[in-house]
């Protein structure tokens, strides 16, 4: 069974561009998180969906938006990017969001000059 | 609110060798998860072990054990007969159960030694 895919992988910007990640489950997991990970804070929860609904979003500002699709691929935007939003973003997918356990993408690693 | 400490930024452990990496951990829930990732340097989050608070018995996958001690909020990995291959970051992790947010500790960067 194929992992969690995300694309691109790398990907360079300026400050106040948008950017648009994407994220494919493995198959059959229906509930993707994702999470951004910096020298400076460590790995933080960005936000969770499930059946595409957003569950659960942790602490960050109104700029980082996301949404799933149907066949449960997910995609998460970042608008007015700044220079802090430079990290690597990886998604999780897991079957069930309350009990099952959650595996990695590869990350997308986001330079914002 | 959860919080995680891997107060051990870096270990080293020589090729062969058994290593014990250290989590602590905070809550008031009873229903929880635990789980321990190794990031190489290629970035790709593995899962190494996972805990659930209600069992008793320490989780094992091969050479890696944990040490959960539940009064204490303690969950260790103890990693048997070191591999060049176990060079890596490794984050400790909790779950609130019903919930799908990991929360992370700082992460321990492991090396080994030939």
């Known amino acids: 069974k194929a992992g969690v895919t995300q694309t691109p992988r790398y990907l360079i910007k300026t400050r106040g561009q948008q950017v648009t990640l994407s994220c494919s489950p493995i198959s059959g997991h229906r509930s993707v998180s994702w999470y951004q990970q910096t020298p400076g804070q460590g790995l933080q929860f960005l936000f969770e969906?499930?059946?595409?609904?957003?569950?659960n979003k942790g602490n960050f500002p109104g700029r980082f938006s996301g949404r799933q699709f149907s066949n449960s691929r997910s995609e998460m935007n970042v608008s007015t990017l700044e220079l802090g939003d430079s990290a690597l973003y990886l998604c999780a997918s897991s079957i069930n969001p309350s009990t099952d356990t959650q595996y990695f993408g590869p990350g997308t690693r986001l330079t914002v000059l | 609110a959860q919080t995680v400490t891997q107060s051990q930024p870096e270990m080293s452990v020589q090729e062969a060798e058994t290593v014990t990496l250290s989590c602590t951990y905070d809550?008031?829930?009873?229903?929880?998860?635990l789980f321990w990732y190794k990031q190489p340097p290629s970035r790709q989050m593995i899962l190494v072990i996972r805990q659930e608070a209600y069992k008793q018995q320490n989780a094992t996958e091969n050479r890696f054990s944990v040490n959960f001690q539940k009064a204490a909020k303690s969950f260790s990995l103890k990693i048997s007969d070191s591999q060049l291959g176990d060079a890596a970051m490794y984050f400790c992790?909790?779950?609130?159960?019903?919930?799908?947010?990991?929360?992370f500790g700082k992460g321990t960067k492991l090396t080994v030694n030939p």
């Open positions: 809550t008031s829930e009873s229903d929880y998860y």
């Open positions: 969906y499930f059946s595409e609904t957003q569950r």
């Open positions: 992790a909790y779950r609130q159960g019903g919930s799908e947010k990991l929360v």
